[in-house]
């Protein structure tokens, strides 16, 4: 990618994550906050950072509406139980929502900004905070 190519002008590298805006239609906040815990819960926050990066993307002015069409579509597929790897597999459940979040994440770096990497950041130790109030 060139560095003057803007958000615009690049096409996603993988057909795959053009096709998860189909997912969209399964994002909602309630059900999205409502997986985090329940991962934050069983295998601890450093595993959502890449989530929360792209939950707080979709939250900035900065980005633009098409980022915002893919990353509602990872998150969508992100908040589904039933996918390609369905979550309740143990060990296995939530690595291709977590491929498809990466490779997004690759995707729209350059839209990550240091207020979303605090937010993200404050976000998991919130997280971390209830999961130890909840032991």
Not at 32 to 46: L, N, P
Not at 74 to 87: K, M, R, S
Not at 106 to 126: H, Q, V
Request: charged share 35%; net charge neutral; aromatic share 10%.
């Amino acid at each position: 990618m060139e560095m003057n190519e803007s958000n615009e002008e690049r096409s996603l590298p993988i057909r795959q994550l053009e096709e998860a805006t189909s997912y969209s239609k399964y994002y909602d906040d309630k059900r999205f906050w409502r997986k985090v815990r329940r991962i934050a819960q069983k295998v601890g926050g450093s595993v959502l950072k890449p989530v929360l990066l792209l939950f707080y993307m979709m939250k900035s002015d900065a980005v633009s509406l098409k980022d915002k069409a893919y990353i509602v579509g990872a998150l969508g597929y992100f908040v589904l139980p039933i996918d390609i790897v369905p979550d309740f597999i143990a060990g296995l459940g939530y690595t291709d929502d977590l491929a498809v979040i990466t490779l997004l994440i690759k995707y729209l770096k350059d839209n990550i900004t240091p207020d979303i990497e605090m937010r993200a950041d404050a976000k998991i130790r919130d997280l971390m905070e209830e999961k130890k109030k909840e032991q």
